[in-house]
């Protein structure tokens, strides 16, 4: 059996793309000549679809497809409100940021960097 699987991006949903499965040049129909099974399928990385021959066929193979790590410069965060100064210590303030509609991690799906936070002005985030 020979197989493909294209890459795809991560979008925090599970990932079960297509599969292109042949044997000897034939195309073979899902859940007629075989079944797939997905894991390590959400997550940015390498995921794994096991295919099992049904049927007419027999015989299994793991096929490797990976997920993409998404830009988070697609990413939308809310606005920072106005913060009080504190005689010139750092200020770091949270911004919630979604991504596609799911709400993002601090320190795991995102980092957050401050730069002229500690004195009376515009600071970035």
């Known amino acids: 059996m020979d ?11 599970t990932h079960t793309p297509a599969v292109a499965v042949y044997y000897s040049g034939k195309a073979l129909v899902q859940n007629t000549d075989y079944t797939i ?10 995921a794994t679809a096991s295919i099992a021959g049904k049927g007419n066929y027999q015989g299994k193979k793991t096929a490797y497809f990976t ?35 799911k709400t993002l991690k601090r320190n795991i799906d995102y980092t957050v960097t401050y730069k002229n936070n500690k004195e009376k002005g515009t600071a970035t985030i």
């Open 3 to 13: 197989s493909s699987i294209a890459d795809v991006t991560y979008t925090g949903n």
């Open 37 to 46: 099974s997905y894991a390590n399928n959400i997550n940015a990385g390498v």
């Open 67 to 101: 997920i993409k790590k998404a830009s988070i410069t697609k990413a939308k965060y809310a606005k920072v409100k106005t913060q009080k100064y504190k005689n010139g210590k750092a200020i770091k303030p949270n911004s919630k940021v979604t991504y596609k509609g």
